[in-house]
């Protein structure tokens, strides 16, 4: 049997993910979270002081990992809670703002307000069909423009570990153009695949995008950018720009729908059972 010592950093992950979670699946109910503490993996109280320097310390960690030797369940579990942690303490300080019950319309950009749909926002993406762990969806898409202009796997893989999203953004942002309709098509398709990932990863955030039963929410990325943004609200009614706040639009609304499919087996199941009772 190996000692700690001589495990690679893959598998010391994995033998403190089933320490953590034993056999039990469900999300870890008690206080503590795993995360990278002083070069290795311990459970850390939420309630310690300097738990945010942890949680870019555990970022750092994690996504220097190979995941394909990450042979266990647990990782996602881990990551769903990990995101739920950390998105937390990230509004506990007041780091970002949650949609209120009187909005409507959410403009959102890095620095405006709502900055957890932003792509520079960090939060771990595990993407089993390229068995990578990204610390925000911008390192994830500059990735997919490398592997598309046939970067080496070890070049795509340098821009999918990027922890700072300026940085991978600029160092992407020669990497490959939009040149035909089919392109256009093709990174709106990825770009909503990883968006997608972000959301169901973040139990919060998955949360704050599903509207009230009374209430449709509406996204606009505020930014210059014409394409994913709105060009500051020049471009919010062409079809063909605010592609990143559309594919926010279609997700929210299938959370609704998802959520109203609930509700509805939810209350089906009490009536039945309320009849049962009377029978």
């Not at 999918?160 to 160092?171: C, E, N, Q, W, Y």
């Amino acid at each position: 049997m190996l000692k700690r010592d001589d495990m690679n950093p893959e598998l010391k992950f994995e033998t403190a993910l089933k320490a953590c979670y034993g056999q039990n699946e469900k999300i870890n109910s008690n206080k503590e979270i795993l995360l990278f503490q002083n070069g290795q993996w311990q459970s850390v109280d939420q309630t310690y002081k300097n738990l945010q320097a942890l949680f870019e310390q555990t970022i750092q960690e994690i996504v220097s990992l190979d995941s394909s030797q990450i042979n266990t369940p647990f990782l996602a579990v881990w990551i769903r809670d990990f995101n739920a942690a950390k998105t937390t303490k990230d509004l506990q300080n007041k780091k970002i703002t949650t949609i209120k019950a009187s909005d409507t319309h959410i403009q959102f950009s890095s620095v405006k307000g709502f900055e957890w749909l932003s792509n520079f926002y960090p939060t771990l993406i595990y993407d089993a069909e390229n068995q990578f762990i990204y610390p925000h969806v911008e390192a994830a898409y500059v990735a997919f423009k490398a592997k598309m202009v046939g970067k080496s796997p070890e070049e795509v893989r340098e821009f999918a570990i990027t922890i700072d999203p300026k940085l991978v953004k600029r160092l992407g942002s020669h990497l490959w153009r939009r040149e035909t309709p089919e392109d256009s098509e093709k990174v709106i398709q990825e770009m909503r695949r990883l968006v997608a990932l972000k959301v169901s990863q973040n139990p919060l955030i998955k949360t704050w995008l599903t509207p009230s039963v009374d209430r449709l929410l509406t996204f606009e990325e505020f930014t210059s950018n014409t394409f994913w943004g709105s060009g500051y609200g020049a471009k919010i009614n062409d079809m063909q720009s605010n592609h990143l706040g559309r594919i926010f639009n279609e997700i929210s609304n299938e959370l609704e729908s998802d959520s109203n499919v609930q509700n509805f087996t939810n209350s089906a199941l009490k009536a039945k059972s309320k009849k049962s009772k009377n029978y």
